[in-house]
């Protein structure tokens, strides 16, 4: 995955500037909803896919177009993986736990959404409507942006007066000159200068106040991410990915239910796999159900589960040294989210608030309007909390029923209303949960340099993929790379191992199951 000519999406910009660290979308590529992978005479082969979020999902679509025997293998009950959208709310209501937008510059992901028809409408990220409640204070962001001097941070004498943005467009000036003048070739001189510095550490380079690093902490939501590496912010940020976001029409679960639609038979849920066993020939995974434990053998799998999940599987033979030190240090980010119903968006009504963000001091960090507005529903969802880090593994700490009611106390400093109108309300932590263990990667200082290679290695017959794989974490664009990754399996032009019929599982019984 992620190799040379593939490593990041073609950027679809309508500003002037380009974007800075976006190399793009091979045509072959952006190609491949449509057409499939290019395709190469060859044998069918059986390959096993470990985990049916959207890179096991769109890896099993694209082999079976190419005429291979693809096998999921999934253990929960669902598929879509960090694609979760949550409907345990009235009828017609819903909200995303994990992914819930796509940037305009993730082209491939738009084009899997437009191969299977699915409708799209904006996703509103700034809104001038939208609040800033900071030491109790309550302003609009655009009240804020008019006057920043109003917003109680202690900054240096050339700071003040200054809004956020534009003192990160000015700490990020060079490196935006840089690719101006080089074009593309500026990613890997991007790279060896920023991937051993921090936000923090970037920041006050730049000449940041303590007070400067706060506001920008805040105001940015990165506060409790300041010592990730500054490399991931400078390819979201400056490349773009937040300008124009979009959304899917009725649930981001709308995508990968598509992909499962039309590949039922190649999917097994319940099915968490123990261990992998390598031969010359072909590749065995072992997993478990309640019914006790079973293997399927390949010529080749695919495994896209989380390092932080991949790390309590067994291997035959063991892993690279490489690997298991990837496995081993790739940094994961806690993210939780907590989420109302309310009897009526009083949102709307009373602050004229129709989608954006608003950012606070206060435990929940932000909470996130819905985009659209239905004239025929008076209920609504609202992300009453969105948080990272440190931030989330303290509300992760708390019962779900004292998450609900701690951050109804806080929104209701800022929306006093939602004590009246509030209904119901839920809420996910991804470190909590079993089959993710972390919402995604992201780098520390250094680690892309130290271990994007090893991670995105194949081991003998199996092969990785998933956004943790690709230089873009966090997103769906960097899941749906996957197939590219799988590619080394549809080049091997030997014969394949013979699989099981289709439908029969072998059991088997493992000397030491984890």
Known sequence: MNQPETVNPEVLNSTEEPPLISSPVPSAVLKTPLEGLESIPQIPKRVIIV?????????????????????????????????????????????????????????LTLEYCRLFGLELRPFVMGNPKSLLHLEGQRLTMGEADSEPERLPFELAEHERGRTYTEL???????????????????????????????????????????????????????????????????REIIGRAFDDMQEVVGGMDRLTDAFYHRLKRHVRLGARVIAFEQGEDGVTVHYATKAGRFSETGDYAVCTLPFSVLGDVDATPEWSHGKRKAIRELNYNASTKILFQTRTRFWEVQDGIIGGTTATDLPIRRLVYPSHSDPEESRGTLLA???????????????????????????????????????????HAWYEDHYARGAFALFEPGQETLLQDDIQRPEGRVYFA??????????IQGSLEAPRSAGGCRHEGERPVPALPRGRRRRVHLRHPR
């Open 385 to 427: 909390s969105y948080t990272w880090g440190q931030d989330a593994l303290r509300w992760e700490a708390m019962d779900p029923e004292t998450r609900i009611e701690e951050a109804l106390q806080q929104v209701a400093k800022i929306h006093p209303e939602v004590l009246e109108e509030f209904e119901v309300g839920t809420s």
């Open 466 to 475: 998933g956004e943790h794989c690709s230089l873009w974490h966090a997103w």
């Open 51 to 107: 985990g049916a979020g959207v890179a096991g999902l769109v890896t099993a679509f694209e082999l079976l177009r190419q005429g291979h025997d693809p096998l999921i293998l999934e253990a929960q009950h669902r598929v879509g993986g960090r694609i979760y959208t949550l409907r345990s709310f009235a009828p017609g209501l819903y909200a995303e736990a994990g992914a819930m937008r796509i940037p305009r510059v993730h082209d």
């Open 168 to 234: 990160w467009d000015e700490a990020t000036r060079e490196v935006r000159e840089l690719y101006q003048r080089i074009g593309e070739a500026a990613l890997q001189q991007v790279i060896a200068d920023y991937d051993k510095y921090s936000i923090r550490e970037f920041l006050k380079m730049r000449g940041f106040s303590e007070g400067a690093i706060e506001l920008y902490g805040i105001m940015s939501f990165r506060e409790a991410n300041l010592n990730a590496a500054v490399i991931e912010q400078l």
